[in-house]
């Protein structure tokens, strides 16, 4: 359920307007008071206020010790948006409060070979992991901007990216690598809630859900004999407003609901085993038939969860926040719990948008495989 502004778009307007004006008069009057030399080379075209470049250039002039230095800074962002749907340049703003990250919409020179090489390493990986009786298991996420493409605010995805999704899918399964198709299950019905959050670049819990479901499905279709785990997932209290990570690379995440898109809500799911757990240590060598490999994805929405109660079986997560594409995957085979204990499985869940960009020089080193 979405909370929207009881504003009408007149009344946010000259709302703006006249914030924007007092809280530009105040910067300008700060900047000037403190005698900073680069007051002058601050940009100040509608461009550059709308791509953040402005407060951007703002904020490195302030001193750090002036007083309400960082509100300051987030209700000028808020003017910004208010105004001219400005976001700032990680952030676009999409149509009814949708907002997306400008990762899955950028242009990459090369991205072609880029997406090579990164396919390359994960059929490698498989090769060599099934040698050693571990099933890798990829589970590609499409891109929010993909699946809600409507909403962008021109209605369309970028044709540079468009056959990104189906040639990563393709690649790898001409390569004998198992991969789950999330597109499927996360395209929805006009019927369907959500399966994304607006003001996030991540999957709700019903879109983690369906997306659990689908992977669970490609295990079993392998025959892999696991030990039968039960789980049940229930909620766990009452809905809250979740401003997302998108909301807080605008620096709007603490700002009045008038101020920005509104906040997506939810009603947080729990998932836990029917009977006592062994509790272990994120890399202790206990048998543990699946782990699961990847990004931010795998932290949120209770994908986990869902995921251990759609398969009947544990899993040990050890996704990192912000490890990219390959930092995740590469701590858990480097450790020694891999070798002492290696599990059946292994899902590598992997961003569609973390395909093109150039390599960074820890994916340039590959896996220690």
């Known amino acids: 359920m979405t909370k929207q502004s009881t504003k009408t778009a007149p009344e946010e307007w000259l709302a703006g307007a006249a914030m924007l004006g007092v809280m530009g008069f105040g910067f300008w009057q700060a900047v ?3 005698g900073s030399p680069g007051v002058q080379d601050i940009p100040l075209t509608l461009n550059d206020f709308r791509q953040g470049r402005t407060t951007g250039a703002l904020s490195t002039q302030l001193d750090k010790n002036l007083p309400l230095r960082g509100e300051l800074i987030a209700w000028a962002n808020a003017g910004r948006y208010l105004l001219t749907h400005g976001a700032g340049d990680q952030v676009r703003v999409g149509r ?17 070979v880029h997406q090579k090489d990164r396919l390359n390493l994960l059929v490698k990986a498989s090769k060599v992991l099934k040698d050693e009786g571990v099933t890798l298991v ?12 409507q909403q962008l605010s021109g209605g369309h995805y970028p044709e540079w990216n468009a056959s990104r999704y189906s040639f990563a899918l393709e690649t790898l399964r001409m390569h004998g690598v198992a991969v789950s198709d999330l597109l499927p299950a996360l395209t929805p019905s006009p019927a369907d809630a959500s399966l994304y959050y607006r003001t996030d670049t991540h999957w709700n819990q019903l879109g983690a859900q369906r997306a659990a479901a689908a992977v669970a499905q490609k295990i079993k279709s392998l025959g892999i004999a696991m030990p039968l785990v039960s789980f049940v997932t229930n909620p766990s209290g009452q ?28 009603i947080t ?19 543990v038939p699946v782990v699961l490999v990847g990004t931010s994805y795998s932290l949120r929405a209770n ?13 040990l997560n050890v996704a990192r926040d912000g490890g990219g594409f390959i930092q995740s995957a590469k701590d858990y085979l480097e450790n020694e719990s891999f070798k002492a204990a290696k599990p059946q499985v292994i899902v590598w869940e992997l961003p569609e ?17």
């Open 138 to 149: 990829v589970a590609l996420v499409p891109d929010k901007a993909r699946v809600y493409a």
């Open 303 to 315: 994908f986990q969860g869902y995921l251990q109660q759609a398969l009947g079986s544990e899993i």
């Open 96 to 112: 009814d409060g949708w907002l997306f990250s400008v990762e899955e919409l950028q242009f990459y020179d090369n991205a072609l």
């Open 239 to 266: 809905a809250a407003q979740k401003p997302g990570d998108l909301m807080r690379m605008m620096n709007l995440n603490d700002m009045p609901n008038w101020t920005r898109p509104a906040p997506d809500f939810e």
């Open 32 to 34: 000037l008071s403190i």
């Open 269 to 287: 799911e729990l998932t836990t085993k029917t009977e006592a757990a062994q509790p272990a240590g994120l890399f202790d060598a206990v048998s």
């Open 353 to 369: 948008r973390m395909l093109s960009a150039p390599l960074s020089e820890v994916e340039k080193q590959g896996l220690p495989l």
